[in-house]
């Protein structure tokens, strides 16, 4: 009986540094890679965000702008759809945009419903990084957005255009 009962024991010692080496391992792995699951690095994004940020203006003035966000995967994880609305006290903007991502690269489509412009999408994809550009007939801007966990930074570069840079700091769920 003392050899099964140090058998057990060791058997025990044994699960329970194996999952103790699970659970470090996992704390080591990147958070986002998680999320997305499938392989899609739109997989962690679905799901309303709201936030502020700043408008920097071709004449040089900035304000400060309220945002929300709404992202839903079509048809699987690799095909997303946003709606982003954002306000200031004298500029509006609401973008749409449906995008596909396909191994690494992303292409698509957006429009600006206040302006009544809209044109393509395309760029890239890894991680937590979405990188794209948005071209039109009038209107090219450079996006980056970055997503870690329940926080999003998004930053749009438009020179040459009213709206010369948006910055927007997102959170999952917030009011």
């Given at each position: 009986m003392g050899f099964l009962s140090r058998q057990s024991t060791r058997g025990l010692r044994f699960a329970v540094r194996q999952a103790l080496f699970l659970g470090l391992l996992s704390l080591l792995v990147s958070p986002g890679l998680?999320?997305?699951?499938?392989?899609?690095?739109?997989?962690?994004?679905?799901?309303?965000?709201?936030?502020?940020?700043?408008?920097?203006?071709?004449n040089g003035t900035k304000e400060r702008i309220r945002c929300r966000a709404a992202y839903r995967?079509?048809?699987?994880?690799?095909?997303?759809?946003?709606?982003?609305?954002?306000?200031?006290?004298?500029?509006?903007?609401?973008?749409?945009?449906q995008i596909t991502y396909d191994g690494g690269a992303i292409s698509g489509n957006w429009d600006e419903a206040t302006?009544?412009?809209?044109?393509?999408?395309?760029?890239?994809?890894?991680g937590s990084q979405i990188r794209a550009r948005a071209e039109g007939q009038t209107f090219t801007a450079i996006l980056a957005m970055d997503t870690r966990g329940t926080k999003q930074s998004?930053?749009?570069q438009s020179p040459g255009s009213e709206m010369s840079s948006v910055t927007i700091e997102l959170a999952r769920g917030s009011r």
């Open positions: 998680a999320e997305r699951g499938a392989g899609s690095p739109f997989a962690a994004l679905p799901g309303a965000w709201t936030g502020t940020g700043t408008i920097a203006m071709s995967l079509e048809g699987g994880s690799a095909n997303l759809r946003l709606e982003l609305s954002c306000t200031s006290d004298s500029y509006k903007f609401e973008l749409r945009s302006r009544g412009v809209g044109g393509n999408i395309t760029g890239t994809a890894t998004v930053s749009i």
